[in-house]
């Protein structure tokens, strides 16, 4: 079955390494083959700049990124970049489409001529923070816990402009409802039901019924603790987090955001994009082949910024 997965982390491994190989290194969970084996069709690769990037540097290890994308990435001719929406229906049947996104705005600071320029480059979303606080709002790890500040709704509006999703994955309670006040493309690329597991990354229910109103969705993120609280999970407990959000009327609002080569504790029999099939296969236990199909990629679909 076909798989959009709207996070992973293996720009940053290949950043911080550059003898690793994007075909088939056994250390990028997200790598050419198993996207393959997985049958992941579109994978999302995110940027993301360390906290300790002293700030003038910020801009310069996230260009990095991006020139490894295209070099090492893109360099397999099967893998094609995402420029525009439309691109994603017009992938061959071999093809998988790379879209690049961004985590976090320390990036581009206050400079509103890099963030045009990362749109330039074909990022098509945007999360405000990761972890900790910027000049744009406070990440879920900042203890002062405030909302957006007057330039991350600037980011926000821009963002509306250029038909790019602002990601609210990692923001706090009270950035999350300035964007959803601002945004007309919220999504959250990797979070789970804080319902389920009480972690501090996950996501309400009035947050998630939110941004199913505005026509957003979720990505479950295979992260043991935020599925179960523990460093251990199975892909059961992926579902509970599904089945929740179903009976918050969010069926076709879910899809996955695995956050592959961002994380350090795995799945039961899903540790790498080329285990997709043991979660599709359990989901289709609970669920119709259609809405599964859903999950899987439908729903992304159906949520894309319209541009006409």
């Not at 997985?38 to 990124?65: R, T």
């Not at 976090?104 to 400079?111: H, I, K, Q, S």
């Not at 964007?179 to 789970?192: F, G, R």
């Amino acid at each position: 079955m076909t798989i959009y997965d709207l996070h992973c982390d293996a720009l940053l491994k290949l950043w911080e390494d550059r003898t690793r190989g994007f075909l088939d290194h056994p250390s990028v969970e997200a790598n050419f083959q198993r996207l393959q084996k997985g049958k992941v069709k579109l994978q999302l690769f995110a940027i993301f700049v360390e906290p300790e990037v002293p700030s003038d540097q910020k801009f310069q290890v996230a260009l990095e990124q991006i020139d490894l994308f295209h070099e090492v990435v893109l360099s397999h001719p099967k893998m094609k970049k995402i420029t525009e929406w439309s691109d994603i229906e017009r992938l061959k049947y071999d093809e998988i489409g790379a879209m690049l996104t961004l985590e976090g705005a320390d990036a581009f600071g206050n400079d509103l001529t890099k963030l045009r320029t990362f749109y330039q480059l074909g990022v098509k979303s945007i999360g405000l923070t990761w972890n900790n606080a910027n000049l744009c709002a406070d990440g879920v790890g900042e203890s002062r816990n405030g909302g957006l500040t007057e330039l991350g709704i600037e980011v926000v509006r821009h963002n509306n402009e250029h038909f790019v999703w602002t990601d609210v994955s990692h923001l706090t309670e009270p950035g999350f409802w300035d964007v959803m006040k601002h945004a007309k493309y919220p999504i959250a690329t990797h979070s789970n039901s804080k319902t389920v597991c009480n972690h501090r990354r996950n996501l309400t229910d009035e947050q998630a019924q939110a941004l199913f109103r505005k026509s957003g969705f979720i990505g479950m993120v295979f992260n043991p603790p935020f599925l179960t609280g523990e460093e251990q999970a199975k892909v059961s407990d992926i579902i509970k987090h599904i089945d929740h959000f179903c009976a918050l009327g969010g069926k076709n609002h879910i899809g996955f955001g695995s956050d592959f080569d961002g994380i350090g504790c795995y799945v039961d029999d899903l540790e790498h994009a080329g285990k997709y099939d043991h979660l599709i296969n359990a989901l289709l236990q609970h669920y119709s082949e259609n809405e599964v199909k859903g999950f899987a990629y439908q729903n992304v679909l159906k949520h894309l910024p319209n541009q006409q």
